[in-house]
């Protein structure tokens, strides 16, 4: 006698568990913004990470951003995280870059320049060797805006961390944790905005955590090598950045930086900087 045999059953596929992510109407943010003010840091990350959409930290490993990548680490989660490579950083802060990155196991993606890979590429195909001064708006595009904007579309980035605080002063007085980005709907979180710079800075020394040794040299914050100087005692933070423009300049670009089709019709991007159109663009 034939046995019939039972047919095979396949187990089902595994479903993947996707995270409710919240309809941030201003009305939530507002809810939102008042509940986590009250939070500690840590009760804050683990909020954002549990209920935002593929989220990532963008930094330059500044002091702030090392408050924040170390108090993720404690936590045991991974957050991606992204850093512009400009192609104009000091040496020392890429050293550091690459110490953190290794010390702290992250998955960095870096991002830079689509046309150039080093500033002499940079320069010598842009015809510019002060584009900076020159035509500010062009550079921070080029070396900033652009790579920001690609980086959040290629990683499908849905909220990502900035290291702005309210004591840095100008256009940061009035952040708030969460935030929408204008230029695309993004989710942009300040977790240290209401953190003062002692604060900070009383955690990286009682954490033990590494910090750009610029620091230690008189840069109070730290940005490209040819827009960032040294301050004084009683200087503001941020009094170092942007020199050139008298206190006229306060942000690189990205936390300004329009939609990319307005940005696009500012100027011509792959113009040499002789041109009337690039050396005319105007500063944020």
């Given at each position: 006698m034939r046995i019939k045999q039972a047919p095979v059953v396949?187990?089902?596929?595994?479903?993947?568990?996707?995270?409710?992510?919240?309809?941030?109407?201003?009305e939530?943010?507002?809810?939102?913004?008042?509940?986590?003010?009250?939070?500690?840091?840590?009760?804050v990350i683990q909020w954002c990470y549990n209920s935002l959409p593929n989220f990532h930290q963008v930094t330059s490993f500044g002091s702030t951003g090392m408050v924040?990548?170390?108090?993720?680490?404690?936590?045991?989660?991974?957050?991606?995280?992204?850093f512009l490579d400009t192609l104009y950083h000091f040496e020392e802060t890429l050293a550091h870059a690459k110490e953190v990155e290794e010390k702290y196991g992250l998955q960095v993606s870096w991002y830079r320049c689509a046309k150039a890979s080093?500033?002499?590429?940079?320069e010598k195909y842009y015809r510019s060797d002060d584009m900076w001064i020159s035509a500010p708006q062009k550079y921070e595009w080029l070396t900033k805006v652009e790579p920001l904007d690609r980086a959040l579309e290629e990683l499908k980035v849905g909220a990502w961390i900035t290291g702005r605080r309210r004591d840095q002063g100008a256009l940061r007085t009035d952040l708030s944790i969460l935030e929408?980005?204008?230029?695309?709907?993004?989710?942009?979180?300040?977790?240290?905005?209401?953190?003062?710079?002692?604060?900070?800075?009383?955690?990286?020394?009682?954490?033990?955590?590494?910090?750009?040794?610029?620091?230690?040299?008189?840069?109070?914050?730290?940005?490209?090598s040819v827009t960032t100087t040294q301050t004084s005692n009683g200087e503001g933070?941020?009094?170092?950045?942007f020199h050139q423009f008298g206190g006229a300049k306060t942000e690189c670009g990205i936390h300004v930086r329009k939609r990319p089709i307005e940005a696009a019709e500012s100027f011509d991007v792959?113009?040499?900087?002789s041109s009337p159109v690039a050396?005319?663009?105007?500063?944020h």
């Open positions: 396949q187990p089902p596929a595994p479903v993947e568990e996707k995270k409710e992510v919240p309809v941030f109407t201003s939530y943010l507002e809810h939102m913004n008042t509940v986590l003010a009250q939070q500690p840091l840590e009760a924040i990548i170390h108090a993720i680490h404690k936590l045991g989660l991974k957050v991606p995280v992204i080093t500033r002499a590429e940079f929408l980005d204008p230029a695309d709907g993004r989710i942009k979180v300040n977790l240290l905005a209401f953190w003062s710079k002692d604060e900070i800075w009383a955690y990286l020394r009682r954490e033990g955590v590494p910090y750009n040794p610029l620091f230690d040299k008189s840069y109070a914050s730290i940005g490209d933070e941020r009094s170092g950045r792959d113009r040499p900087i050396a005319t663009a105007s500063t």
